[in-house]
């Protein structure tokens, strides 16, 4: 995929999780209390769960921020901490669309749900402040 391509797909994705996660914090809020919001809760917990899957597996392809790499190789550490948080924010989102909400203090899962949504939300903030930088030092050295 041309980079201009590649970059307006990513960035139309982290758009539309942005949205996502938006959805799921407002879900967590419901007025009308915990049991009415479960249903709703778990079909946008999947629905992330999908796009998320999607959107880790289209980041890596051809090599997780190969392109930040190549500008600026010092990134190297920051890079493999952003991609091992694939892994786990997977593996929790896993859990989290598995749990059985009739056998689950209410209380519980919504504290899993906002960090979810929180460290979901600085992965994303992280990811796009290293290409920002990695742009700017691409620059800075006048290639
Ligand atoms: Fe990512
Ligand atoms: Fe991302």
């Given at each position: 995929?041309?980079?201009?391509?590649?970059?307006?797909?990513?960035?139309?994705?982290?758009?539309?999780?942005?949205?996502?996660?938006?959805?799921?914090?407002?879900?967590?809020?419901?007025?009308?209390?915990?049991?009415?919001?479960?249903?709703?809760?778990?079909?946008?917990?999947?629905?992330?769960?999908?796009?998320?899957?999607?959107?880790?597996?289209?980041?890596?392809?051809?090599?997780?921020?190969?392109?930040?790499?190549?500008?600026?190789?010092?990134?190297?550490?920051?890079?493999?901490?952003?991609?091992?948080?694939?892994?786990?924010?997977?593996?929790d989102l896993d859990r989290l669309t598995r749990t059985d909400l009739e056998k689950t203090e209410p209380e519980a899962f919504l504290d899993e749900v906002h960090s979810l949504i929180e460290r979901l939300g600085r992965h994303e903030r992280?990811?796009?402040?290293?290409?920002?930088?990695?742009?700017?030092?691409?620059?800075?050295?006048?290639?």
């Open positions: 995929m041309p980079r201009d391509d590649f970059e307006a797909e990513l960035n139309h994705q982290h758009r539309h999780l942005r949205d996502l996660l938006s959805e799921l914090g407002t879900l967590t809020r419901n007025p009308e209390g915990f049991e009415a919001a479960k249903g709703p809760l778990v079909a946008k917990l999947r629905a992330l769960r999908e796009t998320v899957q999607a959107h880790f597996a289209f980041e890596e392809e051809g090599g997780y921020m190969s392109d930040v790499l190549r500008k600026a190789p010092r990134f190297l550490p920051e890079v493999e901490r952003l991609e091992a948080q694939h892994t786990e924010i997977l593996r992280e990811e796009t402040d290293v290409v920002q930088r990695s742009v700017i030092e691409d620059t800075g050295t006048g290639d």
